[in-house]
Nanobody, 123 residues
């Protein structure tokens, strides 16, 4: 069984940057997808980005491409979500999730979820 632990959520000012981490525990290989979703207050959870653990494939939500980057930090064996030029509307609980599907772009494609980490962006 795979277990995911997120960290890095914080309160930041608009225009700032933040980096979230997701540490996977358990058996995963280079084709395993680790993705990020977020759930703004009062709204449904939405896809942010995903990548294969081997780093060969990435997908982004069109609206976030260019500001958000998903990557792997090999030294710490974690997946990262780097968020730049943050806006108040980026305020949400951010979840890390794992999938063995081929092109996991939707919530139902993911079978493993972290506990979530809160990001708040002040104006």
């Amino acid at each position: 069984q795979v277990h995911l632990v997120e960290s890095g959520g914080a309160l930041v000012q608009a225009g700032g940057s933040l980096r979230l981490s997701c540490a996977p525990f358990g058996p995963i290989d280079k084709n395993y997808f680790i993705g990020w979703f977020r759930q703004p207050p009062g709204k449904e959870r939405e896809f942010v980005a995903t990548m294969t653990w081997g780093g060969g494939t990435t997908y982004y939500a069109d609206s976030l491409k260019g500001r958000f980057t998903i990557s792997r930090e090999y030294a710490k064996n974690t997946a990262l979500l780097t968020m730049n030029s943050l806006k108040p509307e980026d305020t949400a609980i951010y979840y890390c999730a794992g999938s063995r599907n081929l092109q996991p772009l939707h919530e139902h494609d993911y079978s493993t979820w972290g506990q979530g980490t809160q990001v708040a962006v002040s104006s």
